[in-house]
């Protein structure tokens, strides 16, 4: 499985920390039904978003995409030596899977210009800092760290009445060492990274898009995290704080870029969590990547049960 993929003039590079069973899914989408799960079990088996017990498997992960100007990191997730006690996996953990990956992916920390957080949640924020000395200091020391004005305002909102851990020790530390910047949603970097405004799951949550003068990638956060909500994109998660923005939102996104060249960019659906959206029915899958020449692996349908068909020198997965 490839994790570097190539649009426009961006190059793109996955970088995993975690990819594993998660939740249940009918108690991660309350909206959805025994009787639609078990319309949809197969597919989402086969595509690797299901276990056999039906949770849903989710992948955690950064992307580093390099312009030709910049090289930025989106969502910088879990994180070491953090204290998250609510989930096993995360907590205290001191692994080095994120900093293997950014190596492999040939990036070091030094080389990020920019952080970018779609939202301010605990497992996009997490590499934001590192522990030093007993104290966390930013994690990417030349970077500038990029929030969304509305979202930093709302957890602070949220910090003030009782401290939320990821804000503590992963964003208020990058603003002490004065690394942040705050922004509006006509923020640009150049000519080739933009924000698009995707609220529901937080206040202020953001989609980036990037490419020169054009949406050659889309990132798309906590949008949606299973396949199963873009083909049912009503189904709102658990921890979106307005379900029905959530859901309103997700429908005009899924809309905006489906049938277009867009590479959309998930942050949790399972390998290989990148794809073009495709409309199927009154919902939305998404075709996978189409790949030039005949050495890289052809990845599998992130939306369903696909056909492998050739098209004039390319080839396509399409989920039908």
């Known amino acids: 499985m490839s994790l570097t993929y190539s649009v426009g003039d961006l190059t793109i590079h996955r ?25 949809n079990r197969a597919w989402m088996r086969q595509a690797k978003a299901l276990d056999e017990q039906d949770v849903l498997l989710l992948c955690f992960q950064s992307y580093v ?30 692994d080095d899977t994120y900093m293997r990956g950014l190596k492999a992916a040939g990036v070091s920390v030094d080389d990020i210009d920019f952080v970018m957080c779609t ?24 970077a500038r760290y990029v929030f969304a004005k509305q979202e930093f305002d709302y957890w602070s909102e949220q910090n003030a009445k009782a401290e939320v851990p990821p804000f503590a020790d992963s964003v208020l530390p990058v603003v002490e060492a004065g690394r942040h910047e705050f922004v509006g949603n006509d923020h640009q970097i150049g000519d080739h990274v933009r924000i698009l405004p995707t609220p529901g799951h937080t206040p202020g949550h953001s989609a980036f898009t990037l490419g020169r003068d054009k949406d050659d990638a889309v990132f798309s956060g906590d949008l949606m995290h299973s396949p199963l909500q873009a083909l049912y994109p009503e189904l709102s998660m658990k921890f979106d704080v307005d379900q029905a923005t959530a859901a309103k939102t ?3 996104f899924l809309e905006r870029y489906c049938d277009t ?15 073009r959206i495709r409309r199927k029915g009154s919902g939305f899958v ?25 098209q004039r020198s390319e080839m396509r ?3 039908g």
Do not use: Y
Request: aromatic share 8%; proline share 9%; glycine share 10%.
């Open 119 to 142: 939202h301010l949640h605990v497992d996009h924020v997490g590499w934001n800092t590192r522990l030093e000395n007993g104290r966390w200091v930013p994690t990417f020391p030349k």
């Open 317 to 319: 997965i399409e989920v």
């Open 65 to 94: 995409v390099k312009t030709p100007h910049h090289t930025i990191l989106i969502d910088s997730c879990i994180g070491n030596d953090k204290s998250r006690p609510q989930r096993p996996k995360w907590h205290m953990k001191t």
């Open 261 to 275: 060249e867009t590479l959309c960019c998930t942050a949790h659906f399972p390998s290989p969590s990148v794809g």
């Open 286 to 310: 998404r075709g996978g990547v189409i790949w030039r020449g005949s050495r890289r692996e052809l990845p599998s349908s992130l939306g369903g049960g696909g056909s492998v068909r050739m």
């Open 15 to 39: 970088i995993i920390e975690q990819e594993a069973p998660f939740f249940p899914a009918l108690e991660f989408i309350p909206g959805l039904t025994a009787e639609v799960m078990a319309e």
């Open 250 to 252: 997700r429908r005009s």
